[in-house]
């Protein structure tokens, strides 16, 4: 599971500061979280302004099933005034027509609302709009969509900021599957309604996701194999410290010639392709462990179950999870291999499930594996992992304490426990429980100065308890720790956002999170989501397509994807109604 970033877990919606993922969205995201956050990024400032501002009323005619009031206010030509007039008739038609549509007679309401089309002067743009609207919402409720979309583009063209409209076409788009075109009208919506209401920014979410998944399917499946860097692939084994394929090579397992000349870069010359993949491993040089694998499998060697499962991942650590999986699969099921290659094996296909969110079929390979590998550390450390991702909070402290029962000195274990009493303290808002944890993190700190993660844990939870310079602290800690790892200046940068409202001292610490590893995927999603912020759309979108192709699973892509088309469809919008949201 460490090799990813968190995954979004089902149901795991508004918890403090989550992982990385899910801060992330909290820092800048939606006032509802809903994972898809770029067209709201900005909205959230504007929903702490106006409190209660979610439970807010949809504006009138929305919720109802009518066709709502006028959208054309400030009409001069009330009606009843001129009862005569063309206009005056023209309304007087519409009112029959309400009247029709209040009693669920639509066809009888569209025809008066088409007399009153038909009567009205051209010139009175605003109530010709609302005619239009009107008798787009008749059918609506009779399902005719083209309809719905040709009369609401009517009503748009002659009153280019009527939401009603520019909603009711979103939802006719939506019905005759034309994404894009939905995206883009509820996107017009959202920004003219300041963000504050639910219904179309679920419209938006709902779609984004939709685009988002068909896009990152078509794109996944041609995408070229994308190893991570070193750091990341070294960070990956140690996460795991009871398997074998990650432990180096036993003396007696290297040929004779690799002994005498240890300490060089020898040149492997070993039969077994497994071996010669572990030795590859030993130098960094991952791109042949694969390959050499494969030999070891074909060639049915000793080491055939160890192949598969260093194959299998190899195939998770480029991303590619459907070669993973049969090889894990075959792992699994062979019995009479050592009991450590098939826990480990387990682990990996559940945490591969809960990636591909299949929180069920996740828990049942972790609890496989407990039951074959009881003393197995690494199975507890993984499924305490999980636990939190399902926000199963007292399991994962169980899980963590069998883990560190086995292994006493595992400080990530610790700094992990520490982090789930914070989650199940603050879950609770109980204040005292807080502070029981974030002195559980003053301990582990303490008792284990040289681990990383218990500094960045310890920061989230400073972060998310406004401790700010108390957390960018923390992060200091770890950089000088593991100047290498690129997330925590990431994790840095947004603390600045949130701290100081920095944004260019944010974007000089993603900027060095990119200089140190280029293949942060982490970075240019960040990155551009603060360029959204900025109003910096087409720039935001150039980032946020640097880490779609950097993505290491089709979820995250799709999710990618979202933030990308949100940017995109806010440039439309900007472009077509010259509607923009206020940046920072
Ligand atoms: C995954 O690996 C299989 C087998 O090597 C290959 O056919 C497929 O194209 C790969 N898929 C991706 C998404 O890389
Ligand atoms: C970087 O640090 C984070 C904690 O901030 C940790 O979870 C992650 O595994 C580290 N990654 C690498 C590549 O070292």
Redesign the pocket.
Known sequence: MAASKPVEAPGAGGGPAGLSRWQLALVLGAPILLGAGAVYLWGRRAARRGKGARERKTPEGRASPGPGGEGGSGQPDGPGHEEMSPLGRAQAAKNKGNKYFKAGKYELAIQCYTEAISLCPPEKNLDLSTFYQNRAAAYEQLQKWTEVAQDCTRAVELNPKYVKALFRRAKAHEKLDNKKECLEDVTAVCILEAFQNQQSMLLADKVLKLLGKEKAKEK??N?E?LMPSPQFIKSYFSSFTDDIISQPLLKGEKSDEDKDKEGEASEVKENSGYLRAKQYMEEENYDKIISESTKEIEAKGKYMAEALLLRATF?LL???A??AKPDLDQVISMEDANVKLRANALIKRGSMYMQQQQPGLSTQDFNTAADIDPQNADVYHHRGQLKILLDQIEEAVEDFDECIRLRPNSALAQAQKCFALYRQAYTGSNALTVQAAMKGFEDVIKKFPKCAEGYALYAQALTDQQQFGKADEMYDKCIDLEPDNATTYVHKGLLQLQWKQDLDKGLELISKAIEIDNKCDFAYETMGTIEVQRGNLDKAIEMFNKAINLAKSEMEMAHLYSLCDAAYAQTEVAKKYGLKPPTL
Do not use: E, L
Request: glycine letters at 10%; hydrophobic letters at 20%; a positive charge.
């Open positions: 996944y499946k995408r194999p195939y480029i991303g590619n459907s070669a």
